[in-house]
C-alpha cells in the first residue's frame, strides 16, 4: 500500500511540474554548465522569452537531494512571475541523493565549510550575470530546507543580494558579523518543524537583532520539515522521517515571498 502510495505522488508530482512548464508559452528553460572550484556543475535557468528587458534575478539553491524537478520547478515558477532564474546543483554533477544517507554526505561539507557554499552559490551568479535578461543591480536567493541554510549563509557572510528567502531551513548557520549582512532576510518557518530547536531559533534571532540586521520571522502554524514541497509526505513515509507537505503553508509562504520581493526592487 505505501508502495501505491509513493508511486502516485510521484505521477502527481510529475504531472504538475510538466504542466507548470507549459502554463505559459513564452517560458524558455535550458541546462547549463560551468565549473567551481573544479567541479562541473549542471544548472537550470528559465525566463520568459517573451518578456522584453532585463529583470530581476533569483538563485534557487535546492532542498538536500539535490537540484532535482522540484527546484526546478520553482525556478520555472519564478519566470512566470517575470523574474529569471537559475535552480543550482550545488554538489556538481547533478548528482541527486537516493536517500538520506547519501544526502547527508553530499550536504556536510557545505555545512562544515560555509565559504564552499559561497563560492558554488557565486559562480552561479556569475553564470546568470551572463544573460542579457538579467539586472545585476537587482538580484535575490531563495532556498529549502539545505538550500534554506545556504542562502543564510550567503546573506551573513555578505554577498551582494537585495534578499534572501529561507523555505523551511536550517538556522544553525554562521553568525553574522557587525556590517556583513547586506541583504534582507525572509525565514519562512514550519511551526512544528522537528529539525529546528527552540535555542536554534533564540540564537539566530538574538545574533541578527544584536547587529540591528532587518528580517521577517514568519511561523506557520502545523507546518513540518520540507511543509512547500509535494513530495514531502511520500518522502517522510518512505524515509521514516517527520516531514509532510502543508498546502496552507506553501501558498501562504510563496504568496509571502511575492511581497517580499516587491519591497526589495
Not at 88 to 116: C, H, N, R, S, W
Not at 210 to 224: C, E, M, N, Q, R
Not at 240 to 259: G, H, L
Amino acid at each position: 500500500m505505501k508502495k501505491i502510495q509513493i508511486i502516485v505522488t510521484a505521477i502527481f508530482m510529475s504531472t504538475v511540474l510538466s504542466l507548470s512548464a507549459q502554463n505559459k508559452p513564452g517560458i524558455k528553460t535550458e541546462e547549463v554548465s560551468y565549473t567551481s572550484g573544479g567541479v562541473n556543475c549542471k544548472s537550470f535557468v528559465a525566463y520568459d522569452g517573451s518578456q522584453k528587458g532585463k529583470r530581476p534575478a533569483i538563485v534557487v539553491i535546492p532542498e538536500w537531494w539535490g537540484n532535482n524537478d522540484y527546484s526546478k520547478w520553482r525556478a520555472r515558477q519564478l519566470a512566470e512571475l517575470g523574474y529569471i532564474a537559475i535552480a543550482v546543483d550545488m554538489y556538481g554533477e547533478d548528482k541527486i541523493a537516493a536517500d538520506p544517507k547519501q544526502a547527508q554526505d553530499y550536504a556536510t561539507p557545505f555545512y562544515k565549510d560555509p565559504k564552499l557554499g559561497e563560492e558554488r552559490i557565486t559562480a552561479a551568479v556569475n553564470k546568470l550575470k551572463e544573460y542579457p535578461e538579467t539586472d545585476a543591480t537587482k538580484m535575490a536567493a531563495i532556498g529549502y530546507c539545505f538550500g534554506g541554510s545556504m542562502v543564510l549563509n550567503a546573506a551573513k557572510l555578505g554577498m551582494d543580494f537585495k534578499g534572501v528567502v529561507s523555505f523551511h531551513g536550517g538556522l544553525a548557520t554562521v553568525p553574522a558579523t557587525a556590517g556583513s549582512t547586506k541583504a534582507k532576510i525572509l525565514v519562512c518557518h514550519g511551526a512544528a518543524d522537528k529539525f529546528i530547536s527552540d535555542a536554534d531559533i533564540k540564537n539566530f534571532k538574538s545574533n541578527l537583532d544584536s547587529l540591528k540586521v532587518p528580517y521577517t520571522f514568519i511561523s506557520y502554524p502545523d507546518a513540518t520539515h520540507a511543509f512547500s514541497n509535494p513530495d514531502a509526505t511520500a518522502n517522510g513515509k518512505k524515509f521514516n522521517m517527520p516531514i509532510a507537505y502543508n498546502e496552507a503553508a506553501d501558498k501562504k509562504s510563496w504568496n509571502d515571498m511575492k511581497d517580499f520581493f516587491k519591497t526589495i526592487f
